[in-house]
């Protein structure tokens, strides 16, 4: 029987098929990492994992003072990458950097289908 944690991997390793994903996580609302797929090395887990985590809380912070709705992602555009924090229930989220070879919409859609099994997982 699989651990949560390796359950939590494979889903990782499964968004990671898509292509041109160049980091991937799941982190708690608090900022916790759970599990990471890293790229080279470009950021610690740990921070990134926090980093993204407060990105999202302020995001829902906002959005709910406005429209009294959650988000149920946030995408940073910059020249050549995405970053995408998508909610993940109440307790997670799935954090992926899409570089340039990457197509954010696919990625948006099977992000929808992680976000489910770890909800299940979890």
Same mark, same amino acid.
């Given at each position: 029987?699989?651990t949560k944690t390796q359950s939590l991997e494979k889903v990782l390793d499964d968004l990671g098929a898509?292509?041109?994903?160049?980091?991937?996580?799941?982190?708690?609302?608090?900022?916790?990492?759970?599990?990471?797929?890293?790229?080279?090395?470009?950021?610690?887990?740990?921070?990134?994992?926090?980093?993204?985590?407060?990105? +999202?809380?302020?995001?829902?912070?906002?959005? !709910?003072?406005?429209?009294?709705? %959650?988000? $149920?992602? *946030? =995408?940073?555009?910059?020249?050549?990458?995405?970053?995408?924090?998508?909610?993940a229930g109440p307790d997670a989220l799935i954090v992926v950097l899409v570089g340039k070879k990457g +197509?954010?919409?696919?990625?948006?859609?099977? !992000?929808?289908?992680?976000?489910? %099994?770890? $909800?299940? *997982? =979890?």
């Amino acid at each position: 029987m699989e651990t949560k944690t390796q359950s939590l991997e494979k889903v990782l390793d499964d968004l990671g098929a898509v292509g041109g994903i160049e980091l991937s996580a799941i982190v708690s609302r608090q900022g916790l990492l759970m599990v990471s797929r890293e790229g080279d090395g470009m950021l610690s887990s740990e921070a990134f994992a926090a980093l993204t985590a407060t990105l +999202y809380i302020s995001a829902e912070s906002t959005t !709910l003072r406005l429209k009294e709705q %959650k988000p $149920k992602n *946030i =995408i940073v555009e910059t020249e050549d990458k995405h970053l995408i924090t998508y909610a993940a229930g109440p307790d997670a989220l799935i954090v992926v950097l899409v570089g340039k070879k990457g +197509y954010v919409g696919l990625v948006l859609n099977e !992000l929808k289908k992680a976000a489910e %099994k770890v $909800k299940m *997982i =979890i």
